[in-house]
């Protein structure tokens, strides 16, 4: 079923390329963007394609929904990534968003943020499809580099994804770090660049990446998703290979990360 898309939209921003992408998309069709920012290391380049950057804590709950009350947002898109170590900073957090962790029964990603999800259809907000507006960016299936996986490799990888696609029925993590067919790393709360460090260094070199979407992924949040970020940490702890999930996973500058994992002999490819 397909949705009216309101001319304004809301944003809740994350760190990382993918909140700006959407924004330059959204702007570039007509729309008008408002953004929430949670992190800080895009805040200039959001304030290129929203009319509006606001910022906030994860947890000041009551000052994001006075500003989506105000800006009378109807659809909004989460994008982009906010740390889990957040909930570790309950200093921070106000007494609606303590109220909304006590509602919650364990911390994991999908409790949490259906839980927002349900406090912003409280409000008359939609949440979108994460995708709408950066279709573009997901990945059809094939080898995306010059560089071919050798058998062994695919015997990683087919291990990985099987793995990983455990660990996502878990809602643990959706990246594991494989070598000769065995675990080096599952992806916990630190995020796919510390597991790809944890992973890489145990390995010792030529490690394969694995990251795939969950076998019941939200797409409302949480894509999968890798940049160049993540592939010059392979390259500096000597993993070899990256796969991810086709047309799940989405790739922020393609063809810089293509031509990155070329130069450096990184097998890129999407299953």
Same mark, same amino acid.
């Given at each position: 079923?397909? *949705?009216?898309?309101?001319?304004?939209?809301?944003?809740?921003?994350?760190?990382?390329?993918?909140?700006?992408?959407?924004?330059?998309?959204?702007?570039?069709?007509?729309? !008008?963007?408002?953004? *929430?920012?949670?992190?800080?290391?895009?805040?200039?380049?959001?304030?290129?394609?929203? @009319?509006?950057?606001?910022?906030?804590?994860?947890? !000041?709950?009551?000052?994001?929904?006075?500003?989506? %009350?105000?800006?009378?947002?109807?659809?909004?898109?989460?994008?982009?990534?906010?740390?889990?170590?957040?909930?570790?900073?309950?200093?921070? &957090?106000?007494?609606?968003?303590?109220?909304?962790?006590?509602?919650?029964?364990?911390?994991?990603?999908?409790?949490?943020?259906?839980?927002?999800?349900?406090?912003?259809?409280?409000?008359?907000?939609?949440?979108?499809?994460?995708? +709408? &507006? *950066?279709?573009?960016?997901?990945?059809?299936?094939?080898?995306?580099?010059?560089?071919?996986?050798? $058998?062994?490799?695919?015997?990683?990888?087919?291990?990985?994804?099987?793995?990983? %696609?455990?660990?996502?029925?878990?809602?643990?993590?959706? @990246?594991?770090?494989?070598?000769?067919?065995?675990?080096?790393?599952?992806?916990?709360? !630190?995020?796919?660049?510390?597991?790809? $460090?944890?992973?890489?260094?145990?390995? %010792?070199?030529?490690?394969?990446?694995? %990251?795939?979407?969950?076998? @019941?992924?939200?797409?409302? &949040?949480?894509?999968?998703?890798?940049?160049?970020?993540?592939?010059?940490?392979?390259?500096?702890?000597?993993?070899?290979?990256?796969?991810?999930?086709?047309? !799940?996973?989405?790739?922020?500058?393609?063809?810089?990360? +293509?031509?990155?994992?070329?130069?450096?002999?990184?097998?890129?490819?999407?299953?």
């Amino acid at each position: 079923m397909s *949705i009216m898309l309101e001319n304004k939209q809301g944003l809740i921003a994350g760190d990382g390329t993918l909140p700006v992408k959407m924004a330059q998309y959204a702007k570039e069709n007509g729309f !008008e963007v408002v953004c *929430i920012s949670l992190a800080n290391d895009n805040l200039k380049q959001l304030k290129n394609y929203c @009319s509006r950057v606001y910022s906030c804590h994860p947890g !000041e709950i009551n000052k994001i929904e006075k500003i989506l %009350k105000d800006e009378q947002i109807k659809q909004a898109t989460f994008l982009g990534k906010v740390h889990k170590r957040v909930l570790l900073q309950l200093h921070k &957090f106000d007494a609606r968003a303590i109220q909304i962790l006590k509602e919650v029964h364990r911390l994991n990603d999908d409790e949490v943020m259906l839980l927002i999800v349900k406090e912003f259809e409280k409000l008359g907000i939609t949440v979108l499809d994460q995708t +709408i &507006f *950066i279709k573009n960016l997901m990945i059809p299936a094939g080898v995306l580099g010059k560089l071919k996986p050798a $058998k062994e490799q695919m015997e990683d990888v087919n291990y990985g994804f099987w793995l990983a %696609k455990e660990m996502g029925k878990l809602d643990v993590g959706q @990246s594991v770090v494989i070598k000769d067919k065995m675990i080096m790393a599952v992806e916990a709360i !630190e995020g796919t660049d510390m597991c790809i $460090k944890r992973g890489a260094k145990l390995a %010792k070199r030529d490690a394969a990446v694995i %990251k795939v979407s969950k076998p @019941s992924q939200d797409k409302r &949040f949480d894509i999968p998703a890798i940049g160049l970020r993540t592939l010059k940490t392979m390259k500096r702890y000597k993993a070899n290979l990256i796969a991810v999930e086709a047309n !799940e996973t989405i790739i922020v500058d393609q063809e810089k990360v +293509i031509e990155f994992a070329d130069k450096n002999g990184i097998v890129i490819m999407a299953v």
